[in-house]
Structures are given as C-alpha cells and as structure tokens.
C-alpha cells in the first residue's frame, strides 16, 4: 500500500516482542483492520492510523511527530515481554504457551472502550462484537481521516449517555443495550471514575465495576486487564476454563504469575484458541 505523500509516518524504534497479526486478533481489541499488504489500519485514542512492523521500527503512517510518547505508551513497548516470557514459563505448557504467543503485548487501551466494548462481547463472538463496535462508532462517533478515507473514532460516554434504547436499535445487541447505556451515564454523571480506578487498587476496580448493571467479574476483568492496565487480573473465559480443565485440574493460582497474571492469561488464552491444546 502506498503512503500519501502528505501523510506523516512516525517510526517507533520496537526491538522487543511485537507481532500485530497476534496483537490485534487475541481478543483484546476490536478496532484494528489488516489490509491486504499486512499493515493494519486502526482507529484508537481518537485518532486513526495505519501501522507496518519493519525490522525493529514500527511505522506509523498518519501519526504526529508530537504524539510519539501516546503511542509508545499504547503498545506498552517501555516493558519487555521477552524478559517476562522467561518469568512466566514456571512449567512445560506455559513454555509453550509463551512461545507460541511470542509476540503479544498487552494494549493500553481507553478505559471507556475497553468497558463498553467487554459489555459488548458478552456471549458472542468476534467477528459480531466488532460489527457491534462498528456500528455504535458509525452511530455517534467524531470523524477522522486517514489516507483519503473517513474513520470514526469510539464515542465518548456523554455521547453514549445522550442516546435513547431505540437509537441503539441499529446496534442489534439485544440485552447488552442497557447495559451499555447505563455503563455510559453512570461515568457521565461522575457516579464511577474510571481515572480513579486506574490509580486505585485492582481489588476496588473489579468491585466498582461489578457494581454496574450486567458486568460481572469476567467481563470486569476484561476492562481491568485491558482498560486500566491492571496486568495482575487473571479473566476466565469457557477458553481459559478449557485450558485449566486440561493442564490444571487441581487448580491454579493465578498468583503464582506475580504481578503478570494478565499477560500470562492472554498466552494461555491465544494458545488454548488457536493450538486447541
């Protein structure tokens, strides 16, 4: 795919793991396209990009000079995966697990998203929670370009919180509606102050966010994990439960990971999904 020639490209030095074909398709996001030459358009922190992984640089085609620290932040790429692969390898299946998910970061995405877009993913599947996401953007989020196209960024929850059960109709997600709405006026209105969740404990994120209506403790992970960077959250999905059934039937303490029980889970998970062992 060729660059516009008025296009900016921020290049990122990234010696360390990174592999955006896992990246983007473990479950953590849903807002990232692969093109037809390998790249992947995205649209995240309310700005879109097209993203190529070349030798050791990342290039980021579409992305300020100015915003090389939001980005670098995003991908998490001050932290080395390698060295915590090593870390998390205390048996033979999480040695494979980590191996064949060398590669996966853990993004730091926008609390709201990741909140609503785990509302969203309740009993469903990926390719139906991002046409879901999709459909909510093209609903009321801001319009930004890229290369000559027109992206929409994901609303905010004031944008959310100002729509009505029947404008969500479009969305088709049935029972999630509500709780999506009411997810978006509760922070809206300052009731739940995902910043403060952030900088608390991972105790108080999971109970604040198990306090709204129709999130439970995975979907309350999800968005811990994958929204307010609380990497210690161990999700458990019918795939981790596979997975512990069959390498861990008398139980496992997600403890024993130390403060990267997230990360640990996301290579149990892709290996679990895709190796089906």
């Not at 290039?59 to 980005?71: E, K, P, S, T, V």
């Not at 709204?212 to 161990?234: M, P, R, W």
Request: charged share 20%.
């Amino acid at each position: 795919m060729e660059n516009p020639a008025d296009c900016e490209v921020l290049v990122l030095p990234c010696a360390d793991d990174f592999d955006p074909d896992k990246i983007f398709s473990c479950g953590q996001c849903f807002r990232w396209n692969r093109c037809t030459d390998g790249s992947y358009t995205g649209v995240a922190l309310g700005r879109a990009v097209r993203l190529e992984k070349a030798g050791d640089c990342l290039y980021l085609y579409g992305a300020a000079q100015a915003d090389a620290d939001l980005w670098r932040s995003y991908f998490d790429l001050d932290r080395s995966y390698a060295a915590i692969r090593r870390q998390l390898g205390i048996d033979g299946y999480m040695r494979a697990c980590t191996e064949y998910g060398a590669g996966i970061r853990i993004l730091r995405q926008d609390s709201w998203e990741a909140l609503c877009t785990f509302i969203i993913s309740q009993c469903n599947n990926i390719p139906r929670i991002t046409r879901i996401v999709e459909t909510l953007c093209a609903l009321c989020g801001a319009e930004v370009r890229l290369e000559g196209r027109a992206y929409r960024t994901f609303p905010s929850p004031e944008a959310v919180a100002s729509l009505s059960l029947e404008a969500l109709a479009p969305l088709r997600c049935g029972y999630r509606a509500p709780y999506i709405l009411n997810a978006a006026r509760t922070i809206s209105e300052g009731r739940l102050d995902l910043s403060a969740l952030r900088a608390g404990s991972t105790q108080q994120a999971l109970e604040a966010l198990c306090a709204l209506d129709g999130v439970g403790l995975k979907v309350a992970s999800c968005a811990a994990l994958f929204g307010l960077q609380k990497l210690d959250v161990f999700p458990v999905d019918v795939w981790m439960k596979k997975a512990l059934r069959a390498h861990y039937p008398a139980g496992l303490d997600p403890q024993v990971f130390g403060g990267y029980a997230g990360i640990a889970q996301q290579y149990m998970f892709h290996y679990q999904r895709l190796n089906g062992r």
